[in-house]
């Protein structure tokens, strides 16, 4: 059992606030596989695709391994709450992990995420299915990202994980919202970690 004196100073998720815009690399997303199960792990469906899904991020690669969500939403940005978030979990060659975020606020529906919803079995259910879903229509498209080194949002909550949130945010109905609720059981946020002395620089974001 982890304890709260076994984590490290850079645990997520995190208010993102007081930013830098930098000239690092931005994530490059090319993904191009299809989904091929769904495993739920605490409560969370999460739908693992098929290798050929790839974020570059300079000339490292990292294959898209699985995306779930969570409601609310985990990270704030300059304290602003959201109703959902999306994670997309990357892995390199080094075993080293990157995510990619992507904040929801209730208000139009969106058809992506429909067909996520639409494709996730009920608890319980998810032995066998094969979801119908392409990386390639969900892939995260965003005008910078918000980047900073952080941890796993759920038990063990390793560190380090490198995580992109993106600056653009995104809606879902309410409706949705339900949905996604009652899919994962919802609420399942972890509360903000303290910041300690880590930097947030925005990458993609100069110029705009
Ligand atoms: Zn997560």
Do not use: K
Not at 93 to 111: A, P, T
């Amino acid at each position: 059992m982890t304890t709260a004196a076994d984590l490290g100073n850079g645990q997520s998720p995190i208010d993102i606030t007081d930013w830098v815009a930098s000239a690092e690399a931005a994530p490059e997303i090319a993904y191009g596989s299809d989904a091929i199960r769904v495993e739920r792990v605490q409560g969370l469906p999460m739908i693992h695709f098929d290798r050929g899904s790839e974020l570059l991020l300079g000339d490292d690669r990292f294959r898209l391994l699985q995306l779930h969500w969570h409601t609310p939403a985990e990270h704030t940005i300059d304290a602003d709450e959201f109703d959902a978030e999306v994670h997309f979990v990357h892995i390199n060659q080094r075993d080293e992990l990157l995510v990619v975020g992507v904040v929801y606020r209730v208000g139009d529906g969106d058809q992506s995420l429909q067909r996520i919803i639409d494709q996730t079995p009920a608890a319980g259910q998810e032995d066998g299915v094969v979801p119908s879903l392409s990386a390639a229509d969900h892939a995260p498209q965003s005008n910078g990202f918000y980047h900073y080194t952080g941890s796993l949002t759920a038990a063990p909550f390793s560190e380090p994980v490198q995580w992109y949130l993106a600056r653009t945010t995104g809606t879902l109905s309410r409706r949705q919202f339900e949905q996604l609720q009652a899919l994962t059981g919802g609420p399942n946020a972890r509360p903000l970690q303290a910041r300690n002395e880590r930097s947030i620089v925005c990458v993609g974001c100069i110029g705009s």
